[in-house]
């Protein structure tokens, strides 16, 4: 795993191929577990209701979850009541080689975008420690990720994210709007159907 770590801004790192295809397929099936313990879920928009295009479910300690009561982090599934399944090793490692960060992640956000699913420019910062980066890892179809500065109005780029790559947002990066504005499908044949598999692993409480 040593993919180089290209810089998009400082503290914003894309690592293109990340995850060899050998750790891809291990991750992938390690997600079919994951996904069978705490069932894909559709979040909903705070206030409107309004459901978002991709699905989503997490593993760890905490699971990041969306409806008309706010964004919010907690410790069980939104519909089954249970606690989220535990992260597999290999998202564990992939935070110890790339937060440069000396505490264990607390969550892992998995997003499921079908072909048509999107999300629109946002920044993350429902976590109480945002000294600890944002590490990304997407498996499946490649999307168009796009990101900007900490202000909305900042002008943008995007980049390609194919299966594989990391991406970290950390340091003075750590708060800038980022979204997917499109999958193409049918770009990666690791998953059985067209989309894209992405987990975001969070420190979510500052450290003791
Ligand atoms: O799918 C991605 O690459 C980004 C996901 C994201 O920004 C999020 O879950 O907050
Ligand atoms: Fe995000």
Redesign the pocket.
């Known amino acids: 795993m040593s993919a180089p770590r290209l810089a998009l801004a400082p503290g914003l790192l894309h690592v293109p191929g990340y995850l060899d295809g050998a750790a891809q397929v291990r991750l992938r099936d390690a997600l079919r577990e994951t996904v069978r313990a705490a069932p894909l879920f559709t979040p909903r928009m705070p206030r409107t209701g309004k459901p978002f295009s991709?699905r989503?479910t997490n593993c760890g300690a905490l699971g990041?979850v969306s409806d008309e009561g706010g964004y919010r982090y907690q410790p069980t599934h939104p519909v089954t009541g249970a606690p989220w399944p535990p992260m597999p090793d290999l998202v564990r490692a992939a935070w110890d080689d790339l937060a440069a960060y000396p505490h264990p992640p607390e969550a892992c956000?998995v997003?499921w975008?079908e072909a048509s699913a999107k999300?629109g420019l946002?920044q993350?910062r429902d976590e109480a420690d945002l000294e600890a980066p944002?590490v990304?890892l997407?498996l499946g179809d490649t999307?168009i990720?796009r990101f900007g500065g900490t202000e909305r109005k900042a002008p943008t780029r995007s980049i390609r994210?194919a299966s594989g790559d990391a991406?970290v947002?950390g340091g003075p990066s750590r708060l800038v709007f980022?979204?997917?504005d499109r999958i193409l499908a049918g770009s990666s044949t690791l998953l059985d159907a067209p989309g894209?598999i992405?987990l975001?692993l969070r420190r979510v409480t500052p450290p003791a």
């Open positions: 991709v989503m990041w956000l997003n975008y999300m946002h993350d944002v990304s997407s999307a990720f994210l991406v947002i980022h979204g997917i894209r992405n975001t």
